[in-house]
């Protein structure tokens, strides 16, 4: 189970509520969480990456704002089961991929990766990922990728450069889920985006009249995070002991 972006303490808390209850539904081996708005919508701090692995995840993927937070640099690079996206340069702090075990002698590969196009990342990320899935490969009984990036065209050609390589190439960012979960030719489950776990009655998670109005005027305005129409957007990945995705479905669950 992949679940997308949680926003503020809104995502974390319907986080908080949902995780137990869908892992036991769908008999989940893994669950990972994108934590990457998770303090106060923006980044992420050593408090709330516990609160999202004591709602039951077993790794949390980053993105773009994980640097906001001075405080969770030097975690970064004390907890293996928290990765941030690989592209960045090779000096920060943390890491791009790990690999965590689950039931019966599975391991999941979990590898994050941040979108060029509209967004700042040190080397292309269709390059680094056969880097990472290289290293991953005697590690890992299925992988998973979070690609956290803006464009779709970008985001659906990850999809088939891994496609019949990974067991799931999963997009985050933009907060808004697509309608194209599938399966790729040779067992690589696809969504462009996930969505985000948080406040759905603002405008991707802020709250909604100071962000219209921002749009309005042209105006610099301060946003803060909505608490309206909380929920969880997600995806459950069924696959085989090959690690070929079976199927896909995706989770829209209001808290």
Not at 82 to 109: C, M, Q
Not at 178 to 204: E, Q
Not at 222 to 232: A, Q, Y
Request: aromatic share 6%; proline share 6%; glycine share 14%.
């Amino acid at each position: 189970m992949f679940v997308g972006d949680v926003v503020g303490s809104p995502g974390r808390r319907a986080l908080e509520l949902l995780l137990p209850v869908l892992r036991e539904r769908h008999r989940v081996d893994f669950a990972v969480v994108n934590g990457e708005n998770s303090a106060g919508g923006l980044g992420i701090t050593e408090k709330t990456a516990g609160q999202i692995f004591a709602a039951g995840a077993d790794a949390i993927t980053l993105g773009n704002h994980v640097w906001k937070h001075r405080e969770v640099y030097d975690y970064l690079d004390r907890d293996p089961r928290i990765v941030r996206p690989a592209n960045y340069p090779k000096g920060n702090p943390g890491r791009g991929a790990t690999v965590v075990e689950g039931p019966g002698g599975l391991r999941l590969g979990v590898v994050n990766l941040s979108g060029q196009l509209f967004m700042g990342a040190a080397r292309s990320p269709f390059s680094e990922v056969d880097s990472v899935l290289a290293e991953l490969r005697d590690r890992a009984t299925h992988v998973l990728v979070d690609f956290h990036a803006e464009a779709t065209s970008e985001k659906v050609a990850m999809g088939w450069h891994l496609a019949g390589r990974v067991t799931a190439c999963v997009g985050t960012h933009t907060h808004v889920p697509t309608a194209d979960a599938r399966v790729l030719p040779g067992g690589t489950a696809y969504i462009t985006d996930v969505g985000m776990t948080g406040p759905h009655g603002g405008v991707i998670g802020a709250n909604r009249e100071p962000a219209v109005r921002g749009f309005v005027t042209q105006m610099p305005q301060k946003l803060g995070t909505s608490e309206e129409d909380p929920g969880l957007n997600g995806v459950v990945v069924e696959a085989g002991e090959d690690g070929r995705a079976i199927s896909i479905e995706q989770l829209l669950v209001p808290a």
